[in-house]
């Protein structure tokens, strides 16, 4: 069975209410991704846990503050064993940088745009969203998080690049509004898709049937 490119959302705040989805996801996807509702309320103990359980673990913490202390939260991100950590662009050159410089060698970095993907696709935001792309370039950042309608324009500044929005065909896109469907998004360019609730709710198809 081939293992799918998709880090699955643990979009709630404990572990344990994920315990059945991750049993029948373990092997068919590439990895999980903890965020700010889970790492808050469990702590650093969530991506241990699931590191122990042989998980590849995107922590998405989107940091953004002076470089200082971006980078010293980097350290600790890669101390606890993430292999993948969000940093908000907007936090500036010398705090990527200096992640960047600091980081363990087993952590991945992501340059998040100010742009995500609830808000809609507009001409304005795709050039901020370049720009911003530019910056993290300059700053040696590994990869960024790219909304669906700047995928193709992506792929021609960075390798990696993890792809949120994503929705199956005909399903509800709730708060998102810069959407794309899995097969769309991988041929547009992405490396990896984040999946969250159209994980849950169609998790027999996404692990028989979905096609990546
Ligand atoms: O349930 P759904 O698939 O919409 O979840 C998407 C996940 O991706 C959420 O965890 C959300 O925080 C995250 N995300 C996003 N847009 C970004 C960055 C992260 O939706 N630009």
Same mark, same amino acid.
């Given at each position: 069975m081939s293992v799918k490119p998709i880090f699955f959302a643990l %979009?709630? +705040?404990? $572990?344990?209410?994920f315990s059945r989805e991750l049993e029948i996801l373990k092997g068919n996807i590439y990895g999980v991704k903890v965020g700010l509702e889970m790492f808050t309320s469990e702590g650093p103990s969530s991506v241990e846990k699931l590191k122990k359980d042989g998980w590849n673990v995107f $922590? %998405? #913490? +989107?940091l953004h503050d002076i470089p200082n202390t971006v980078q010293a939260a980097t350290i600790s991100a890669g101390d606890i064993g993430a292999d993948y950590l969000t940093i908000h662009i907007a936090s500036g050159k010398e705090a990527l940088l200096a992640a960047k410089e600091s980081k363990s060698e087993n952590l991945k970095l992501l340059g998040v745009s @100010?742009? #995500? @993907?609830s808000k809609a696709y507009s001409p304005e935001i795709s050039q901020k969203v370049y720009e911003e792309f530019l910056l993290a370039k300059e700053s040696k950042i590994d990869g960024v998080i790219c909304p669906p309608s700047e995928l193709v324009k992506t792929k021609e500044l960075f390798e990696l690049i993890v792809t949120p929005g994503i929705r199956l065909k005909n399903e509800d896109s709730h708060d998102q509004k810069n959407i794309t469907t899995p097969e769309k998004a991988i041929r547009d360019g992405a490396s990896y898709l984040v999946m969250g609730r159209s994980v849950r709710q169609n998790i027999n198809y996404v692990v028989e049937k979905l096609k990546l």
């Open positions: %979009d709630g +705040k404990h $572990l344990d209410n $922590l %998405d #913490l +989107k @100010t742009a #995500l @993907t």
